[in-house]
């Protein structure tokens, strides 16, 4: 199984680095990522395997959002499949 996290706000060091340890300590498998910095707005999408995630996905999106609350960011936690029925056109 797989989810797609995706991360927005005010770009400053660290920010993948903080995601990744969140990830690991739940033992789900970053497999791609991709970033970019627009002037100082920093965005990534990240695509995990939560196969052997040692918690629920709902905790794991909670501990999530709570990081981005506590960088300032905006950041989100999808199961693939919802990710893809809401962009099928």
Do not use: P, Y
């Not at 002037?39 to 981005?68: H, K, P, R, Y």
Request: aromatic letters at 4%.
């Amino acid at each position: 199984m797989k989810a797609v996290i995706t991360v927005i706000g005010k770009d400053m060091v660290g920010i993948l680095g903080k995601v990744c340890n969140t990830c690991s300590e739940k033992n789900v498998n970053v497999l791609e990522v991709t970033q970019s910095v627009l002037q100082d707005l920093f965005v990534m999408i990240m695509m995990v395997d939560i196969s052997a995630m040692t918690c629920n996905l709902a905790e794991f999106s909670d501990n999530m959002e709570m990081l981005g609350r506590s960088l300032g960011l905006s950041i989100h936690v999808m199961h693939e499949d919802i990710f893809h029925s809401m962009h099928r056109i």
